[in-house]
C-alpha cells in the first residue's frame, strides 16, 4: 500500500487515515481498509497491490476537466 506520485502531507490529517486504516483492516482486510482510509480529498493518490492477484488505484472520471467521481478501480495481474 502506499501512493502513486504523492502522499498526502502531515498536515493533511496523515495520522486520521493510519488510524482509520488500522481500525478497519480487522474487519476489512488491508487493502479495502486502505481504500476506506483514503477515500478523501487527501488520499486519491492511494494504490495498492495485492500479490498475486491485482493493482487498486483511485481512477478520477472527469467532465470538462473537471473531477467528478473518484472509483477504487481493481486492474488484475493478468493485465498488467
Known amino acids: 500500500m502506499g501512493y502513486n ?7 493533511q490529517n496523515t495520522d486520521g487515515i493510519i488510524t482509520n486504516w488500522i481500525n478497519l483492516r ?11 482510509a483514503n477515500d478523501n480529498s487527501n488520499g ?4 495498492a497491490i495485492k500479490v498475486g492477484v491485482a493493482y487498486y488505484y483511485f481512477k478520477k472520471w472527469e467532465i470538462l ?3 467528478v ?3 477504487w ?4 495481474q493478468s493485465e498488467w
Open 5 to 11: 506520485y504523492k502522499a498526502p502531507m502531515d498536515t
Open 26 to 36: 480487522k474487519s476489512n482486510g488491508d487493502v479495502e481498509a486502505w481504500r476506506f
Open 44 to 47: 486519491r493518490n492511494a494504490c
Open 65 to 67: 476537466g473537471q473531477p
Open 69 to 71: 467521481a473518484y472509483i
Open 73 to 76: 478501480t481493481e486492474v488484475p
